[in-house]
């Protein structure tokens, strides 16, 4: 079946230390998303990336980062910059500029 | 500036009425809305859009919502709740400057037996 895969499902930071959370999609989708929530809040976009070698930042990037090298993949880093880092990270994917996003099922970041 | 608004923070409904969760919006331009569903510890998932034509929207679920340009809203609804509709529901529209979503803060619905 075509989906978003999110990995871990959880995840533990330690102070300084650099984390990396997995997206991967069988979609065949163009332009994916990352998105931090938090309780009470809506979704807020961390980075998008339209094509391949390409992403944009969204409104909260600073502390973190991304890569798309391959069409499948878009991982975040969480840097030690960001210091409020813990939150639902929740990784979507989309076709055309219409068309709805299709989300994973999240990794949850806390600080140890 | 662009938004949108989901004014209640919780909706609670008994098992069998009807229900609406409200959506307002403020965008320039012609609206692209969507609505999205979110249970526990899960991703959202997309529940129905509107881009143009009727403005009574049918989507997943039993799920319709009603576009209504003159009030800036986009309200979902269903005839008759059940116990598995509890879960996060979230409003979004189209930013026009990048094409990407501005979201709604959610709103926590409660189906009672």
């Known amino acids: 079946d075509g989906g978003i895969t999110q990995s871990p499902k959880y995840l533990f930071r330690k102070e300084g230390q650099n984390v990396t959370l997995s997206c991967e999609q069988n979609?065949?989708?163009?332009?994916m998303y990352w998105y931090r929530q938090d309780p009470g809040q809506g979704l807020r976009l961390i980075y998008y990336?339209?094509?391949?070698?390409?992403?944009q930042k969204g409104d909260i990037a600073e502390g973190y980062s991304v890569s798309r090298e391959k069409k499948e993949s878009f991982p975040l880093t969480v840097t030690s910059a960001q210091k409020n880092p813990t939150a639902f990270y929740l990784c979507?994917?989309?076709?055309?500029?219409?068309?709805?996003?299709?989300f994973g099922d999240g990794t949850r970041l806390s600080i140890l | 500036a662009q938004s949108v608004a989901q004014p209640e923070d919780q909706v609670n409904v008994a098992e069998g009425n009807p229900l609406t969760v409200k959506c307002t919006y403020s965008?320039?331009?012609?609206?692209?809305l969507f609505w999205y569903v979110q249970y526990p510890n899960r991703g959202l998932q997309f529940l129905l859009k509107?881009?143009?034509?009727d403005n009574l929207v049918k989507g997943s679920y039993g799920f319709e919502a009603e576009f209504n340009k003159s009030q800036t809203s986009f309200h979902l609804k269903k005839p008759s709740a059940l116990v598995s509709d509890s879960a996060l529901y979230f409003c979004?529209?189209?930013?026009?400057?990048?094409?990407?979503?501005?979201w709604g803060a959610g709103t926590k619905l409660i189906i009672k037996p």
């Open positions: 979507a994917s989309r076709t055309g500029e219409n068309q709805p996003q299709h």
């Open positions: 990336s339209q094509i391949v070698n390409d992403f």
């Open positions: 979609l065949n989708h163009d332009a």
């Open positions: 965008v320039s331009g012609n609206p692209y």
């Open positions: 979004a529209v189209r930013d026009i400057r990048n094409y990407q979503l501005i």
């Open positions: 509107y881009i143009t034509g």
